[in-house]
């Protein structure tokens, strides 16, 4: 009986990953006609200097609009678009994109656009944001490019090349997901960075877990050392950004402070006075 229930269960785990196989698959076919029919688009999630308690910027987050599944996760398509090749196009959408909004803003805020490790391998980087930047009028002060470790790990001069030249356009380049690679902490010396965003899986029960903040507090500290600014993501609750303050962190992002949101739906968003009134609370809760 235990071996055939044994029997089962490879059954149903067998059976769950070939939907899993089959969704991906199809999703990977749809994909290329979706780019072109519009179902990407971009979210964005407000970022907060937690000192002034003013809002610094936005990092857009994709997602694809489908019509018969509904929202779909960057979770679920970034790794089949990476395999399938699409990420190229659907990156220079994203860039594209969030720029042109950016550049519609009444203030000068940052926009922070993510980018995968491909695109630095099979493409030229420096002149497609070159290009992208004269094109929407955006200013390379008010563009963020957020890479991971990853980069890293089988980094080579050309990496570092195109880093240091986006770098020198005036362009701000951020560490996401840091402290979740695999990367020993020497690049942070090494390589053209910024800013570092400290993960959410640190950040999430700060209030309940010592460690955490033992690695957040060593983090912040090494930020300081080498000049680099940092900012804790998936902030959820007013205790944990205010342990980050007490902390000594620069910036903050997550659900507490907003949502990632569909600035398209808010014409206008900037003098919609709920959107300004939201801010105004949450900059006051940051200030305690
Ligand atoms: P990420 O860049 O680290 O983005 C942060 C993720 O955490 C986002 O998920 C965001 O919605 C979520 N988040 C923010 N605040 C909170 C919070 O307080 N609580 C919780 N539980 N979650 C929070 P999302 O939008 O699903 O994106 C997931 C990942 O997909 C991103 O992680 C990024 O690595 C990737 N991604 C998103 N857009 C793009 C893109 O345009 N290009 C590339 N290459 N990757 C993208
Ligand atoms: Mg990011
Ligand atoms: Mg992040
Ligand atoms: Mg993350």
Known sequence: RAKQEGRNQICCFEQRQDVRAHMDHELSQEMGKSIALGEFKLHFQPQFSIMSGKQTGFEALMRWDHPVRGWISPGTFIQIAERNGLILPLSEFALREACTTAA?????????????????????????????????????????????????????????????????????????????????????????????????????????????????????????????????????DKETLEMLRVAGCQEAQGYYLGRPRDLAAEPGFEMSQPALDDIAEKAKALKL
């Open 104 to 236: 519609q803003w009444t203030q000068p805020l940052r926009v922070a656009v993510n980018l995968s490790p491909i695109q630095f391998k099979k493409i030229d980087l420096v002149p497609m944001v070159e290009s992208i930047l004269k094109e929407t009028g955006l200013p390379a002060h008010r563009l963020e490019l957020e890479v991971t470790e990853s980069l890293f790990i089988q980094s080579n001069q050309r990496t570092i090349e195109t880093l240091k030249q986006l770098r020198t356009m005036g362009i701000t380049i951020a560490l996401d997901d840091f402290g979740t690679g695999y990367s020993s902490l020497s690049y942070l010396s090494s390589f053209p960075i910024d800013k570092i965003k400290i993960d959410r899986s640190f950040v999430r029960d700060l209030a309940n877990s010592h460690g955490n903040m033992a690695i957040i507090s060593a983090m912040i500290g090494i930020g300081r050392s080498l000049d680099i600014e940092v900012l804790a993501e998936g902030i959820e």
